[in-house]
C-alpha cells in the first residue's frame, strides 16, 4: 500500500492483522481497525469515502474499464472466501480483476496490488521512470 501512496489501511473484524508479516507498516502508515463492517460503512460515510469492493462476484463490474474515486477505500475479502454478503451490500460498487487462465481467484495481495496500481494509473503522477 505505501509503493501507491495511500493515506491509510483498514482492517475490518476481530481478527489483527500480522504486524510481523506486514514489515513494520504500521510505522509509517496510517492503520485503521474497525470492529465490525457496520462500523467500517458509517467511517466510510462520515469521510465521504466511498466503498469500492474488488472481487470476481456476480455483480462485479470490469476494473479495467472503470472511472476509480481520487478519495476511496478499496475493499478487499478474505483469502479464499472472498467478500461476504455483509461486505458487498456496503460497496458503492463491485469491481473484479479479468482473468484469463483457468483460475478463477487470486490472492488477496495480488488483488491489493493490480487495484491500488489501477488506482494510481489514474491519479498519481507518472511518467518518473523513462518510456519504454
Not at 7 to 29: C, E, F, P, Q
Request: charged share 20%.
Amino acid at each position: 500500500a505505501n509503493a501507491f501512496n495511500v493515506s491509510s489501511v483498514h482492517i475490518v473484524g476481530k481478527r489483527d492483522w500480522n504486524r510481523r508479516g506486514a514489515m513494520v507498516t504500521d510505522k509509517y502508515l496510517n492503520i485503521i481497525h474497525h470492529p465490525t463492517i457496520a462500523d467500517f460503512k458509517t467511517w466510510s460515510d462520515e469521510n465521504n469515502c466511498p466503498i469500492i469492493g474488488i472481487d470476481n462476484v456476480s455483480v462485479s463490474k470490469q476494473l479495467e474499464s472503470a472511472k476509480l474515486p481520487k478519495n476511496c477505500i478499496l475493499f478487499f475479502g478474505q483469502e479464499g472466501a472472498g467478500m461476504s454478503d455483509e461486505a458487498i451490500e456496503v460497496c458503492t460498487e463491485v469491481l473484479a480483476i479479468q482473468q484469463y487462465g483457468s483460475t478463477r481467484s487470486m490472492n488477496a495481495s495480488a488483488a491489493g496490488a493490480i487495484a491500488m496500481y489501477a488506482w494510481g494509473m489514474q491519479h498519481l503522477q507518472t511518467g518518473k521512470l523513462p518510456d519504454a
